[in-house]
């Protein structure tokens, strides 16, 4: 039997970086290509982006090119540095991944520790933000104005950060939702 590579298609490509994004065109395989060739991008397959993504000049790559432009050259070279380390694609297959994350504020001082849900794009769908000295808050997409991908599953480093279900279960539980009041001091 002969095998055939699957056909290169074009996909529109973005890494949102919290207030502003960049968007290519990137010719692959498959979702998965682009994906396992690029750190923190998402397909962006929604009918009306991508055609209004015809019109907007965006540089273009190949997933096996040797150049890449700007900024997405980046990106390669950070999955590069990925791909061979233990542990790197273990969640990208997964619905619903389960993660610890802790971060620490613009001070150092103060740290907040992240439950999250998160479902195969790298989206959370619930999170639990437990802080010091206070009682967990939970909130879900209702809650957040914009939910960009926070997590990138092939990153080897998240699965030192998995936990289980019932431990992310039983916090949600424990928490209470998130007040939107602008009076309030968290």
Known sequence: M???PAPVSRFLVLHDYGMG???????????????????????????ATVEAAEGWD???????GTTTPEGLDELRAKRDAQRGREGFGALADRKITWLRRRWDYEDDEDHALYLMEVEADGRRLRQVELVPDRPGVRSG????????????????????????RDEFEAAWRAARHMEVDEGEDW
């Open 58 to 64: 965006l540089d273009e790559a190949w997933a096996d």
């Open 21 to 47: 994004g960049s968007w290519w065109w990137v010719h692959a395989r498959s979702v998965r290509e682009v994906r396992e060739t690029f750190a923190n991008v998402e397909v962006v397959d929604t009918p």
């Open 141 to 164: 997409p209702d809650d957040w104005p914009f939910n960009p991908p926070v997590v990138d599953l092939y990153d080897p480093e998240l699965v030192g950060m998995e936990i289980g």
């Open 2 to 4: 002969t095998r055939h």
